[in-house]
């Protein structure tokens, strides 16, 4: 029987993870193709030896990385899964995926999946971080990339969606057990976010998705997304923040959650909004000039 699905993989120096990603769907039999950006640990060899398919292109940021993916990878079977290295599929996923038939799922055309977060080896439980669905599965050439976001990454389809709530994909980036790490990237993050943010401004992106409260979870994010950007700069990671560790009960996730929702949900976005007045200000006085 033809396989009804491939996985797709975006990696940069994951020799920490991406054996452990692919042992979790190892027996699936499906086409298996990575994405790699130049990695020079052992990222290639481990691919190779688990018969991946890999292509290589310069990362610019997540969008545009998968886009490349999607479009360049001539994948023959009816659906793709796209997965981050630092993910793996618990036996009750891969026992969903090892019985699914693309007969089944007429009319269908993206699965979002459940996932569970870990920051230094803690499952964020709360503050709006569990349940979480991803759209993560979708039918060849009919699923894309969200070009419109620098940082945020997410696979759009037109039509019809499932939630699988049973089964997880579980998220643990192992380098970010050094904050260090941490820090850095979302640096970065911070660079591509409040440059996006400035383009919004001035109406030179849109949102894809139509936002909607009570629509798909990704036309929700959308609606949270809008409403976000009107709230005031430097005010917002301050409510945010309260509102995660109150209402959504962050304070529950002990010390070690307490840490990343303070670091990604308030120094983040504060970061953010520091860039954005910056940038707003180098663009008034170009202005004058």
Do not use: C
């Amino acid at each position: 029987m033809d396989p009804a699905f491939s996985f797709i993989i975006l990696t940069f120096n994951e020799e920490q993870h991406l054996p452990r990603l692919l042992q979790s769907i190892a027996g699936l039999a499906s086409p298996i193709y990575i994405l790699d950006s130049g990695s020079t640990d052992g990222t290639l060899a481990i691919a190779e030896k688990y018969r991946a398919l890999v292509k290589t292109n310069a990362f610019e940021n997540h969008p545009k990385q998968w886009d490349f993916a999607l479009k360049n990878f001539e994948i023959k079977t009816p659906w793709i899964i796209g997965l981050d290295a630092d993910q793996v599929v618990t036996p009750e996923l891969y026992a969903q995926l090892q019985q699914f038939k693309d007969e089944d799922h007429a009319g269908t055309n993206g699965i979002y999946f459940n996932r569970k977060n870990f920051f230094k080896g803690k499952w964020i439980r709360h503050g709006g971080y569990y349940p979480k669905y991803l759209l993560k599965m979708f039918r060849t050439h009919i699923g894309y990339s969200d070009l419109n976001e620098n940082m945020d990454h997410r696979f759009i389809v037109p039509g019809k969606t499932e939630i699988w709530k049973r089964g997880h994909i579980l998220e643990e980036n192992l380098k970010e057990n050094q904050i260090s790490f941490w820090i850095a990237k979302h640096i970065r993050y911070s660079d591509q976010i409040a440059t996006e943010e400035i383009e919004r401004m001035s109406n030179l992106r849109a949102q894809t998705l139509q936002p909607k409260f009570w629509g798909s979870p990704d036309e929700r994010n959308a609606w949270l997304k809008r409403l976000w950007w009107k709230l005031p700069l430097g005010l917002r990671p301050f409510l945010y923040f309260s509102y995660r560790m109150v209402f959504q009960l962050g304070i529950l996730d002990g010390s070690t959650g307490i840490l990343f929702h303070f670091l990604q949900g308030f120094w983040f976005r504060l970061i953010v909004d520091v860039k954005i007045k910056e940038l707003l200000k180098i663009n008034a006085h170009l202005k004058k000039d």
